[in-house]
């Protein structure tokens, strides 16, 4: 059963995202935020660190394709940025120590790089109309506040899935 964990709880939260997306826009003082779930890029970066990353690429691949075809009408947008970042997670991570708490930090740099990027194609195609400035304060901010609380709640507990997961796969 626990074989099947990791991809599961990877299927949970993509479509766990869309719902928590429900509260945002949140407005204060007349100035909406705009908070954006990044669950499965944080998972994934988990993944990356503490599986393997050619399995972190693989899931980064089929997720954004789904995230695509689920949330986006142009197909590729995600399909690219996951395994992106999952391949730039890899490179850090190997000059860093894998502590939880430098992956924890580290997803959350990027989840940054997620959002720029992201913002950039948007802003080349013409999808979004809003400046870089105004991107950082309502929406770069508030989803990294959201996501980190995200991280903070749930990054032992990936941490030790994926540890379980790994002394299963090697008989202890």
């Known amino acids: 059963m626990i074989r099947f964990i990791i991809p599961l ?8 995202e869309p719902v928590f997306s429900l509260f945002s826009p949140v407005s204060i003082a007349d100035v909406s935020y705009t908070l954006v779930p990044r669950f499965v ?7 990356t660190v503490y599986y393997g990353r050619r399995r972190a690429i693989l899931y980064g691949m089929i997720l954004g394709l789904l ?4 949330h986006i009408d142009i197909i590729g947008i995600y399909t690219f940025l996951y395994p992106v970042i999952c391949y730039l997670a890899a490179l ?28 950039i194609f948007a802003s080349l195609i013409a999808l979004t109309a809003i400046g870089f400035e105004e ?4 929406r770069l901010m508030p989803t990294m506040i959201a996501n980190s609380i995200f991280v ?8 030790w899935l994926i540890d379980e997961r790994e ?3 090697a008989g202890i």
């Open 9 to 16: 709880i990877a299927v949970i939260l993509f479509f766990l």
């Open 152 to 159: 903070a709640m749930f990054g032992y507990l990936f941490k």
């Open 67 to 70: 995230y695509d075809m689920y």
């Open 92 to 119: 850090i991570i190997r000059q860093l120590h894998r502590h939880v708490i430098t992956v924890m930090l580290l997803s959350m740099a990027m989840v940054a790089v997620l959002e720029l990027l992201s913002f």
């Open 135 to 138: 991107f950082i304060v309502i």
């Open 41 to 47: 890029i944080v998972y994934l970066i988990f993944i």
């Open 167 to 169: 002394l299963q796969k």
